[in-house]
C-alpha cells in the first residue's frame, strides 16, 4: 500500500473521532467520498470506465478480443484482469515497484468475479471449444488516495457495462469455418452486469470500523475486511487483509455493515449508468479536460 | 527449456487426456446425509500432526488430512539481506508451493498466480499471532510445500505453519488453526475433500456454491484470516464463518498436542 | 476500431465486413485521410494540475492521442548516494503505455525495447532543458503515460511533459515542444496521425526551444530525398511554434484561473 507518514497523536486522533462516528473530513462511519463516474472515455477500447473517488483515480479499458475459450470452460468466454500501477501515482511504483499491490488487486478481482452468475460468459462463446470472445480488462491506477479495490471494482463494473461487442456471424462451408465481425457500430452485443459485484472494504479502526478508508485512516488500520457484494445481497468474495486480526463477534458486524453498504453502492451505481448512458451521445465528454 | 530431438513428436491435433476421464457426479454432493467418502456433514477428516520433522530448519511441521499432505519448514530469525527493508518490526515472509506432483494436472516449477495468491493469505493468517516487535532488523521466513493435494490445502497450511513456527521457538501470541468449509445449497460441508471443493467451471445451478477458509487463533478468539470463492448467500457466510470458527477451536488440543510431543522428543534425544 | 481483426487464425477465418482499402494519404484536392490541409496540426486540448498528490502534473490530446504526465521532485536521489550527481540534478523518465491504448492490446505498459529507446529519448530532451545546475545531487522524476496512441506518441509526451514540469515549478530554459512531420506527393505534412505514421513514409520527430529556436531533439525515420529534408524540416519546426502558442495560452489561462482563486481565499 501506498503509505503516509503519521505520527502517534495524529493517529489517536482519527481513532477518537471514529469512535465517535466522526471522520476527519466530516464523514460518518458508513459514508463513501464524493465519486465520480465517466465512461466511454478512451475511443481505442469496447468499453472503458473512469472513476475518481476523491483523491483515487482509476482508469479502466476493457478490450474485447478473439481468442480460445480455456480447456475448463470450452462453451464460456474469458474474463482477464490487469492491474497496472502507473508511477504518475506515486514514485513507488516506477519499473516493478507497484507489481504486488497489482497482483492483489487482480487476484480480488478475479476471485470476485469467478462465479457463474455474476456475467454471463456463456454469451461471449462463438464457436465451442475453439473461438470466443477474451473480454481484458485492463485496470490503470493514475492516483492512489485510498480505497483503490472499492474504487477498481466500481470501474470495471462501469466499464464492463459500457463495453459493445460485435455481433459475429458464423457460417461454414467446406469444412472451413468463417468467423464475420460486423463493422456496425450500432450492431452490437451488451453485457449484462446487473448482477455483478462490487468490492466493499471495510477497515477496522479501534474498536469500530469504517467504509471507504481514506489514505490516513489505512495509515491507523491493521486488518481489513474486502468482500465482494451483488445487488441481491450475496456475497462473492471475501477476504481479511494487513497484519491484525479481528474478533468473530466483529467480523460478522463488519459483513452486516459490507453487505449494506455493498447492496447501496450497486444500486446507486446502476442509476448513475443507467442515466449516463439516456444521455448516450449528448452528454459532455470532459475525461481529464474538467 | 531445450527440445529433445529424438524424441518423437506427438500428433499435430492433441486433446488433454484428463477431458476424457468422467469425474463423478457432483451435484449430490451429499446423500442421505452422508458424503461421498462416507463423513457427516460436520465430520472432518483424521489429521495426522507431527512437529520438528525437518531437521535443519529452525522449525518445522507436517500434517497429513488424509490425503492432503502439506509440509512445513521454518528459517530464521536471521539477518535481513537488504539494507532498505530495515523496521523495528520483524519481517516476516511467506512462501506456498505446491509440489509439481501434487495435484491431478502438473504444476509448473514457478509460482503461479494461485500459489502466490496463497502464500499473502497465508502470511497474513500468520502475522498477528507472532510477536513481531520482539525481532526488529530480523527476518523469518515460512515455506510451505503441499506434497499432495486433495482439497482444503489453504486451511492445512496454516495449521502447519503455525505448528512449525511455535516449534522453531519464534515467540508468538498464539497459535492459528486453519478450517475449510464448502457451501452447496444449504448444506455446510466441512473440511472438504478435493472432489468437494468449489470449482466455478462446473456449474452445479445452485444459488449457493462456494468455499470459506478461516484461520483462528484459538486462545485469543481472534480471527486472523478469512477468505471465500463462488457466490454465497449473506446468512450462510455467516453461519460458514461461525462454524468454521468453532472447529478450529476444537482443533486447538490436536495442536498443542503435537508441539508438547515434539518438546518431549527433543527432550529425550537430549537426556 | 474494428481494424485490429484483420488477423488471420489457423482454423477458423475471420473477415471483416468492410476494408479500408483505397485510402490515399493525400488526395489531389489536398487533403489529408482525416480532413486536414497539410500544414495543419490537430487540435490540442491540455489541462494543467490534473493531479493533486503530484508536485506536477498535466494531460494533453493531441488529435486522439492522450497523455497524461506527472512530476515529482526536486527530491532526495532514491536508491542510495551512488545515482546522484554532484554537479547537477538527475532527470529520472518512465515511459509507459497503457494495455489499452493502442488498437491491438498491448501485453505489459513497459519494459519493452520501444518504450525504454523513448525513455531514453525523453531523458535526453528534458536535460537539455531543465537548468539543471540548479539542483545538484537531487532528481526530477518524469512519468509519462499515454491512455490512448494515435501517432505523435513521442510529441504529445514531450509536450505533456513540459506542461507538467512548468506546473511543478521547476526552472527550464524554455518551454520544449515537439512535432512530427512527413512528405507524401511532394508535400510536406505537419503533425502526423497513426496511419500517416504506419503508412511507410519519412517521418521526422523534432523537439525545439521555440523561443531561441534551438533544437533539442531530431529523429528520421525511412527514406527521404536530401533536397527535400529542409522543406520537411522548416514545416515541422514550424509546428512546434504552434504547438508553442497553445501551450503557452494553457499555461497562461491555468495560471490566471489558480491566481484568481488564490485571490478568493485572501479575501
Redesign the interface.
Known sequence: MVDVLLSDAEKTFIIHGIQDNLRDDGRGCEDYRHMEIETDV????SG?AKVRLA?T?I?V???A??GEPS???PDKGRLEF?V?C??????EF??RGGEDLA??IS?MLT?AY?????LDLGKLCV?KG??CWVL?V?I?L????GNLFDAASVAVKAALYNTCI?TVT?SQDEG????????DPFDVQHLDVTSAPCIVTLSKIGHSHVVDASQKEEACCL?R?MMGV?EK????????????????SS??EM?ETG?RVGQALNKSLMEVLCLEEQKGKKKEKT???? | MPTDSRRIAGPESSTNPYSFCTEKPRHDLLKNGKRQDGRKENNLRPIFLKAGVVSQARGSAYIEQNETKVICAVYGPREVVRKEDFSMKGLLTCEFKFAIFSCRERRQHQQDIEEKDYSVQLLEALEPAVCLDKFPKAQMNIYVTVLQNDGSALAAAITCASVAMADSGIEMYDLVAGCAVRVAGKNLLMDPCNQEEYKPEDETGLTNSGSVTVGLMPSLQQVSAISSKGEIEFELVKQAVAKCVDVCTQLYPVLQQALVKSVSERQNEEG | MFSCYIVTFCSPRIRKTSSMAGMELLSDQGFRIDGRKPKELRRIQCRLGVFNQADGSAYIEQGNTKVLAAVYGPHETAGGRGKALHDRVLVNCQYSMATFSTGERKRRPRGDRKSKEMTMHLQQTFNAAIMTSLYPRSQIDIYVEVLQSDGGNYCASVNAATLALIDAGIPMKDYVCACSASFVKDCPMVDINFLEESSGGPELIVATLPKSSQIVFLEMNSRLHEDNLSKVLDVAVKGTKDVYQVLDNAVRDHISEVSAFHKLDQS
Open positions: 478512451v475511443s481505442s477500447t472503458s483523491n483515480e482508469l479499458g476493457v478490450k478480443e478473439l480447456s475448463g470452460k490487469f497496472d502507473s508511477a504518475n501515482a506515486t514514485p516506477e519499473g497482483l492483489e487476484n476471485r469467478d462465479c457463474p452468475k455474476c464457436i475453439q473461438q481484458y485492463d490503470l493514475l492516483e492512489c488516495g460485435p458464423v472451413h469455418v468463417d468467423i464475420e465481425l460486423s463493422d486488518a475486511l451483488t445481497g450475496t456475497v462473492t468474495a471475501l477476504k481479511k487483509e494487513g497484519s491484525g486480526s479481528l474478533d468473530p467480523v460478522e459483513m453487505k475525461g481529464f479536460l474538467r
